[in-house]
């Protein structure tokens, strides 16, 4: 049984749209922990492949991505950039153009 900050989570996560990024403690604060960023990232390692999440999606809060080389940065970055999402200097995602604001469109599960 999954607690209601994970089925929240799992709900953010999942409606995130191609072509925007949304960072792991928005996703905690929308599913109702604002300090949750950590669970977030758990969440995101061990759901992930079970409920087909697209966690490439999912940054932290400065725009970059929290994977190390040779651990999953790769993939995540070519993923992104497949959506047309596109890196500055040094490796960081502008916001301003990319973030995901729109969770008032959300679809519930």
Known sequence: MLTPFTQKALCVIQNIP?????????VAALAGKPN???????????MSKKYDLPWHRVVNSK????????????LQKALLESEDIKFSKPD??????????????????
Not at 94 to 102: G, I
């Open 63 to 74: 725009g970059k991505i929290s994977l190390k080389p040779s651990h999953g940065y790769e």
């Open 92 to 109: 960081t995602i502008n916001f301003k153009c990319y973030l995901w604001n729109d969770s008032a469109s959300m679809k519930r599960p």
């Open 36 to 46: 949750g960023a950590r669970q977030v990232s758990r969440l995101l390692h061990s």
């Open 18 to 26: 191609e072509g925007k990024v949304m960072t792991y403690g928005r």
